[in-house]
């Protein structure tokens, strides 16, 4: 059984950074795409960034591209999602996933197993 446990939210001011942190357990975490997703109230949940299983290839969101930074450790089974210059806007729940391919992805349903999420509150 796949279980992923993110750690790292919290309340920032605006233009500051936060580092969100993504444990893995169960076997195979090496052979898999994973990504970073977010959730605002009322609304849809959506991409953020996806980084293929052995870190070579990158997707980001265009709302987040050039502040984002995702990156993973093998060794570690851990994926983690450096945030910078973070505004308001960036005010969300924040999911780490698990695909079942090794390609980025960036659509939700290519990502078979969720963990519960982070807050993330940037004040202005």
């Known amino acids: 059984q796949v279980q992923l446990v993110e750690s790292g939210g919290g309340l920032v001011q605006a233009g500051g950074s936060l580092r969100l942190s993504c444990a893995a357990s169960?076997?195979?975490?090496?052979?898999?795409?994973m990504g970073w997703f977010r959730q605002a109230p009322g609304k849809e949940r959506e991409f953020v960034a996806s980084?293929?299983?052995?870190?070579?290839?990158?997707l980001y969101a265009d709302s987040v591209k050039g502040r984002f930074t995702i990156s993973r450790d093998n060794e570690k089974n851990t994926v983690a999602l450096q945030m910078n210059d973070l505004k308001p806007e960036d005010t969300a729940v924040y999911y780490c996933?698990?695909?079942?391919?090794?390609?980025?992805?960036?659509?939700?349903?290519?990502?078979?197993?969720w963990g519960q999420g982070t807050q993330v509150t940037v004040s202005s």
């Open positions: 996933a698990r695909s079942d391919v090794n390609t980025i992805q960036r659509v939700p349903a290519r990502y078979r197993y």
């Open positions: 169960g076997h195979s975490f090496s052979m898999y795409t």
């Open positions: 980084i293929n299983w052995t870190g070579r290839d990158k």
